[in-house]
């Protein structure tokens, strides 16, 4: 409860600048870029999935429903650092200093990132791809909250249909596969909410989908000592949930402030990929 309540204090305090234009796309839309596969497959894959999950009425609503993975399995001293790039009107920024920082650290991380945020930045988005030190992750092809009923969260419309969802998770993860030659192994929605029905279409497309265990910077809403104190929470097999496209956040210092002590504990920072999730 107390995330959530962080959560919308932070879509109130970003308002419009989180919210994606409304969106809806057709078979017949999706942009031929993504489809390095025959003519007709995509639009065959959608409603092969709009058949297998179009009956069904979601239950749940959230960000841990079922199938949503929040922390590390297993033992040792592992955190994973995941950091979202949204692409709102706002949200299309590139924090470098904190990036910077990762880098000159050798300290891992996952990017989640949309597509509104790879078309603001595709240069940037080239390098960060490049860089072995970052896993690149599905952050949606217009950073919607994933729903097979048009559910909201924070004001942000959902997906509206199986359709939408597919649409959603799969032309971003063919955009990521196309720059950087892997398709991604995790999704996180926009807002990091889901209905059950949507987690299972995710897992039929191969994508993991991605919750957090440790909220880090409320949508990039928390002042750098918050980030910081946040961080410093932090339990062996966390996942954190932080941003990467808010410069002018207190995310960076926070990270920066907090990521020491943390290694004095003896903490080590992994990609999701390189460890179980559960």
Same mark, same amino acid.
Request: charged content about 20%.
């Given at each position: 409860?107390? @995330?959530?309540?962080?959560?919308?204090?932070?879509?109130?305090?970003?308002?419009?600048?989180?919210?994606?234009?409304?969106?809806?796309?057709?078979?017949?839309?999706?942009? =031929?870029?993504?489809?390095?596969?025959?003519?007709?497959?995509?639009?065959?894959?959608?409603?092969?999935?709009?058949?297998?999950?179009?009956?069904?009425?979601?239950?749940?609503?959230? &960000?841990?429903?079922?199938?949503?993975?929040?922390?590390? =399995?297993?033992?040792?001293?592992?955190? =994973?650092?995941?950091?979202?790039?949204?692409?709102?009107?706002?949200?299309?920024?590139?924090?470098?200093?904190?990036?910077?920082?990762?880098?000159?650290?050798?300290?891992? =991380?996952?990017?989640?990132?949309?597509?509104?945020?790879?078309?603001?930045?595709?240069?940037?988005?080239?390098?960060?791809?490049?860089?072995?030190?970052?896993?690149?992750?599905?952050?949606? @092809?217009?950073?919607?909250?994933?729903?097979?009923?048009?559910?909201?969260?924070?004001?942000?419309? %959902?997906?509206?249909?199986?359709?939408?969802?597919?649409? &959603?998770?799969?032309?971003?993860?063919?955009?990521?596969?196309?720059?950087? !030659?892997?398709?991604?192994?995790?999704?996180?929605?926009?807002?990091?909410?889901?209905? &059950?029905?949507?987690?299972?279409?995710?897992?039929?497309?191969?994508?993991?989908?991605?919750?957090?265990?440790?909220?880090?910077?409320? %949508?990039?809403?928390?002042?750098?000592?918050?980030?910081?104190?946040?961080?410093?929470?932090?339990?062996?097999?966390?996942?954190?949930?932080?941003?990467?496209?808010?410069?002018?956040?207190?995310?960076?210092? !926070?990270?920066?402030?907090?990521?020491?002590?943390?290694?004095?504990?003896?903490?080590?920072?992994?990609?999701?990929?390189?460890?179980?999730?559960?």
């Amino acid at each position: 409860m107390k @995330h959530r309540i962080v959560w919308a204090a932070a879509a109130a305090v970003l308002g419009a600048g989180v919210i994606a234009a409304p969106f809806s796309l057709s078979a017949a839309e999706a942009p =031929a870029p993504f489809q390095k596969s025959p003519p007709g497959e995509y639009a065959a894959l959608r409603e092969q999935l709009a058949a297998r999950f179009g009956g069904r009425t979601p239950k749940e609503w959230g &960000e841990t429903v079922p199938g949503v993975k929040t922390r590390l =399995a297993g033992g040792g001293m592992a955190i =994973a650092l995941t950091f979202d790039a949204c692409g709102s009107p706002r949200g299309k920024g590139f924090d470098a200093t904190l990036i910077g920082f990762l880098e000159r650290e050798r300290i891992p =991380a996952t990017l989640f990132v949309s597509g509104l945020w790879i078309e603001a930045n595709p240069e940037l988005f080239r390098r960060l791809a490049s860089n072995p030190l970052f896993e690149i992750a599905n952050h949606g @092809h217009r950073h919607r909250p994933a729903s097979v009923s048009g559910q909201k969260a924070y004001g942000i419309q %959902g997906s509206r249909d199986v359709g939408e969802v597919v649409d &959603e998770i799969e032309l971003n993860a063919r955009r990521i596969e196309e720059v950087t !030659g892997r398709r991604p192994a995790f999704y996180r929605s926009g807002t990091a909410h889901y209905d &059950e029905v949507a987690v299972e279409i995710a897992a039929a497309l191969g994508q993991r989908v991605a919750g957090y265990s440790l909220l880090g910077d409320a %949508g990039a809403t928390f002042s750098a000592q918050q980030v910081r104190d946040a961080l410093l929470k932090a339990r062996p097999g966390d996942i954190a949930l932080l941003h990467m496209n808010h410069p002018e956040s207190g995310t960076a210092a !926070g990270v920066m402030a907090a990521i020491p002590e943390l290694r004095r504990r003896g903490f080590r920072f992994v990609p999701l990929s390189d460890v179980a999730v559960e």
